[in-house]
């Protein structure tokens, strides 16, 4: 049995509109990279270079690697290393990459083999850590890949291969989000939502799975409509009208924000302008002051590892 396993698992957009909590994309825009190791010193023990917690409580990777150690009841003391790829904080599912990682590392160090949705529930374990509740929809796809479809009672992940076309442009704004980022924008989601809106939203999300289901990347970004969770976020991005206007107007066929934001995200296919796109992203955040990053990117598989 290796002492060692290295995983990396990719950055993943939730939602994609009206897919709230239900749907995710795995993207290779940006990867973490999370060491598990044996040690003979009992209880976890976390190293990284980059500004995380520490204390296995409060880490995503941390909480997965307790988890699991209870569970299976091993016996064994775990040094996790983190190498952090994806940006915390933006929408980008950096929490997700670092629980996926742990749990895949975990399993194969221990020669679990579990299945999927064994895999995702442990990984969204972590989840927690970051929003103070536990969804599913990103940790699905850092673990699994492609997109995900989640459902909850109980657990089942359905995983659908991306149209090979599909393309994503992300702006990332250079703003200063709450430590407690998640929990913030989701607690402005009405309780209340009108019945008629909820239809609509319903429908757009069944385009979105067939779309998917039919390799139509046209009708995956023109489904990409909410009418419920992204008017309630919108006012916490600076410059999201601007972005999405400029996005749509340069050829882009969706726009919505990637998770719970603040990063936006525009749908588009291999031969839209995408540069043309970005650029008109970044032109909307500046209208309201504000820097941002673009990136280009693509559906991705899911964590793997890379090192025994
Ligand atoms: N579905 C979640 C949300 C993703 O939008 O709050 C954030 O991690």
Not at 272 to 277: D, V
Request: charged share 25%.
């Amino acid at each position: 049995m290796a002492n060692s396993v290295t995983v990396r698992a990719p950055s993943s957009t939730a939602n994609l509109g009206p897919g709230f909590d239900v749907f995710g994309l795995a993207l290779d825009a940006f990867f973490d990279e999370v060491r598990l190791s044996k040690r003979k010193e009992k209880g976890i023990k976390i190293i990284s270079k980059d500004p995380i917690p520490v204390n296995p409580t409060k880490n995503t990777a941390g909480l997965v690697v307790k988890a699991m150690l209870n569970k299976f009841k091993v016996n064994s003391g775990i040094e996790i290393k983190i190498k952090k790829g994806v940006p915390a904080g933006f929408g980008m599912g950096s929490s997700a990459a670092s629980a996926a990682g742990a749990a895949v590392a975990f399993d194969e160090l221990f020669k679990l083999k579990l299945g999927p949705n064994e895999l995702v529930k442990f990984a969204g374990m972590g989840e927690k850590a970051s929003a103070g509740t536990i969804h599913y929809d990103n940790v699905s796809a850092s673990v699994l890949g492609g997109f995900v479809i989640v459902r909850t009672e109980p657990l089942d992940v359905i995983q659908i291969d991306p149209p090979k076309d599909l393309v994503l442009c992300i702006a990332i704004p250079k703003l200063k989000v709450p430590e407690k980022k998640t929990k913030v924008s989701r607690s402005v989601i009405p309780k209340k939502i009108e019945h008629a809106a909820k239809i609509r939203n319903q429908q757009h999300a069944a385009a979105i799975i067939v779309g998917f289901l039919t390799k139509d990347s046209r009708r995956i970004g023109e489904s990409v409509i909410d009418e419920i969770v992204e008017p309630a976020r919108k006012h916490m991005i600076p410059g999201f009208s601007h972005v999405k206007k400029n996005a749509l107007a340069s050829g882009a066929l969706g726009v919505t924000i990637s998770g719970a934001g603040p990063s936006v995200i525009a749908f588009a296919t291999k031969s839209s302008n995408l540069k043309r796109i970005a650029s008109s992203m970044k032109k909307g955040f500046s209208k309201a002051k504000i820097s941002s990053e673009t990136v280009i990117c693509r559906p991705t598989k899911g964590a793997r590892i890379i090192k025994k």
